[in-house]
């Protein structure tokens, strides 16, 4: 038994890399694997909030009792956050948005006659960005993975990205954040710092759920 901490709430996520086409036959992308996102949408889902997981192109069994709605790029992944993050009470930022798009994609198979080409790119636009800057906004959370100076950029990301609360992590520390199953976090707030110590990613994100929904209720109520 477990107590339905978030019975109605309605919770958004993104999840995984976005995919970025070049041609019909191939795209730029990242190693993302979802496993963060999928694990914080299972542990809602078991607190029994509503949740709608926009996910890019990942091989994992979406959690069972919560919508998943399938994208590849950046530029969907925005279209959908953004039709439905009025409506939500809080979104969390997962997915690994690709920077950067092509400035053209070609509609036909690009074939190798040149000895060297030159792809143009564009700048994504910055989903949670846009999400926190909705005057209907959810309680808006964010990623950042770091190597270095982990809390000086994840504050600078914070503020600049508008956000409620911003999940930290390490990457360059062997053993957890990206493609591993572990995990450790720091969650900060304007105000605050949380500690959630290395663990496997799902009893990671029960934790970061219940740090999120205090922030919130807490929000809420001042
Ligand atoms: O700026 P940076 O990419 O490090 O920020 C990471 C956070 O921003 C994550 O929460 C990620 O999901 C989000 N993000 C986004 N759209 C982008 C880039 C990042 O929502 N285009």
Redesign the pocket.
């Known amino acids: 038994y477990q107590e339905k901490t978030l019975a109605g709430q309605h919770w958004l996520l993104?999840a995984g890399p976005t995919r970025e086409a070049i041609d019909p036959v191939r795209y730029i992308s990242n190693h993302s694997s979802g496993k963060m996102g999928y694990a914080i949408a299972r542990a809602a889902v078991n607190a029994g909030a509503r949740v709608t997981l926009i996910s890019g192109p990942v091989n994992l069994t979406p959690p069972q009792g919560c919508r998943v709605i399938q994208v590849n790029s950046?530029l969907e992944?925005?279209q959908q956050?953004m039709a439905l993050a009025p409506k939500a009470s809080v979104f969390?930022?997962?997915?690994?948005?690709?920077?950067y798009r092509l400035a053209d994609v070609a509609t036909q198979k690009i074939k190798k006659t040149a000895d060297d080409m030159v792809l143009k790119l564009v700048?994504?636009?910055?989903?949670?960005?846009?999400?926190a800057a909705l005057s209907q906004r959810p309680f808006t959370?964010?990623?950042?993975?770091?190597t270095q100076d982990v809390e000086q950029?994840a504050r600078g990301?914070l503020s600049r990205?508008k956000?409620d609360l911003?999940?930290a992590n390490d990457v360059a520390r062997e053993g957890q954040g990206f493609n591993s199953e572990d995990n450790a976090l720091t969650v900060f707030s304007a105000d605050s710092a949380t500690e959630i110590a290395l663990a496997n990613k799902q009893q990671v994100a029960s934790q970061l759920v219940t740090i999120i929904n205090q922030a919130y209720q807490a929000k809420n109520s001042s």
């Open positions: 993104t950046a992944m925005h956050a969390v930022a997962c997915a690994a948005v690709a920077d700048k994504n636009p910055d989903i949670v960005a846009d999400v959370v964010g990623f950042a993975a770091e950029y990301k990205k956000l911003i999940a």
